[in-house]
């Protein structure tokens, strides 16, 4: 029986051209009836692809054997079904682009990429190292490397979340000086699949803050390791049709509806077309929660 999956993978590379990667990409991923998002920059390669594992299996083999995408940084999850043509459920289409960079703070000239990714970014820590420095440093601060409204659902206790509504109010908000207190302690930035905290983390050190690490393979990895047993409260909100996914059947409920209040980790788009908000709302309050807001 067809087995639906999600492919969650990036890679900081050089590349020439870009454009013919972008060719490569989708004749591939429409050759294995796979669907998602590509993005592709002259700094490597980003994506999100559903559909059945061996096909998905078989894209990552073929991908790989690009000596830029070796070292590509996977992870797996369950996907919600597959459709009768054997497409994935999670994704209404396959998109494939390049763009300027591949994770969008609108910073592209502060982004310095060798050959074995990111130059000047923030220490890694898999989630094992994560757990050790928490035990042994009092003072380890969480920063939130996503956008505000990812964070209703589901962070890390005690975490900072910055105030930002997209990836590219970041660089406004770390020059605003409101985190200037933390950069004499050691900070911990950690994003969904870890790709946003490559770029973040290298923005903060290159801010003058001091000890910066960054949550190796993300808030995904960690879940993997620990599910919700460790230091991860909630939901992860993904862009996708999942809308979110949880680690284990007793994962906390951390969202509030914007309705009534109630604990909910539902989140959904606002009705209002002038509204490009999403929303942590519950089933019975939808639409009036929307339109109130």
Not at 138 to 157: L, Q, T
Not at 174 to 183: I, T, V
Not at 234 to 261: E, I, K, M, Q
Request: include cysteine.
């Amino acid at each position: 029986m067809p087995v639906p999956k999600v492919l969650l993978y990036y890679v900081f590379a050089p590349l020439p051209d870009p454009e013919a990667i972008r060719l490569w990409q989708r004749e591939l991923c429409e050759s294995l009836g796979l669907r998602g998002r590509i993005l592709i920059s002259g700094d490597g390669l980003n994506g999100t692809l559903g559909g059945e594992l061996g096909a998905l299996k078989r894209y990552l083999r073929t991908t790989k054997e690009y000596p830029a995408f070796r070292g590509l940084d996977v992870k797996w999850s369950e996907g919600s079904g597959l459709d009768e043509d054997g497409r994935s459920l999670d994704f209404p289409r396959l998109s494939v682009r390049v763009r300027e960079e591949i994770v969008s703070f609108g910073a592209p000239a502060e982004l310095r990429v060798g050959a074995d990714g990111v130059i000047g970014g923030g220490e890694r820590l898999d989630p094992a190292a994560l757990h050790e420095l928490v035990a042994t440093r009092e003072d380890v601060v969480f920063f939130d490397g996503r956008n505000r409204f990812e964070a209703e659902i589901g962070r890390f206790r005690d975490a900072v979340v910055p105030d930002v509504a997209t990836t590219r109010e970041f660089v406004a908000e770390l020059d605003s000086g409101r985190y200037d207190h933390l950069k004499d302690k050691p900070v911990v930035t950690y994003c969904t699949g870890g790709i946003r905290c490559e770029v973040l983390s290298g923005l903060m050190r290159s801010r003058g803050f001091g000890e910066v690490y960054q949550l190796d393979g993300g808030v995904v990895r960690y879940g993997e390791a620990f599910g919700d047993d460790g230091l991860w409260e909630g939901s992860l909100y993904v862009f996708d049709g999942r809308g979110s996914v949880t680690f284990s059947d007793h994962a906390a409920v951390v969202g509030r509806c914007a309705g009534c209040g109630g604990a909910t980790s539902r989140m959904r788009n606002c009705v209002d077309p002038s509204c490009r908000e999403q929303l942590v709302v519950c089933e019975a309050c939808d639409v009036v929660a929307c339109a109130a807001h």
